[in-house]
C-alpha cells in the first residue's frame, strides 16, 4: 500500500517504485527500493529477500522501512541501507 502514488497513497491503480538496489549479504540478497514519489510525504524505503539474485523474492514484513512524514524534510529519500537478519 506505501509503494502507491499520491499524497495519501490514493492513486490504486498506479504504484511508484525508483532506486532499485541488490546486494548481498550472509548468503542472502536484499532488493531495496524506495517508492510513491519524493513530492509525497508518504516516501519511504522498503525491500524484498530472496536466495538468488534472480529471484524469487519475498516482500519483508517490516516494510516500510525507513519512513518520515513530518518535519522540514520529509521522506526517507533514496538512502541505501543495509537489512541485516
Known sequence: MWE???EMNEYTDVAWIEGPWLEKINGRYY???SGSGTQWKTYASGYYTGKS?????????????LRRTDGLVTGAGAWQYRCRT
Open 53 to 65: 539474485p534472480l529471484g524469487p523474492f519475498t516482500y519483508a514484513p517490516n516494510n516500510p522501512l
Open 31 to 33: 532488493l531495496q527500493y
Open 4 to 6: 502507491r502514488y499520491g
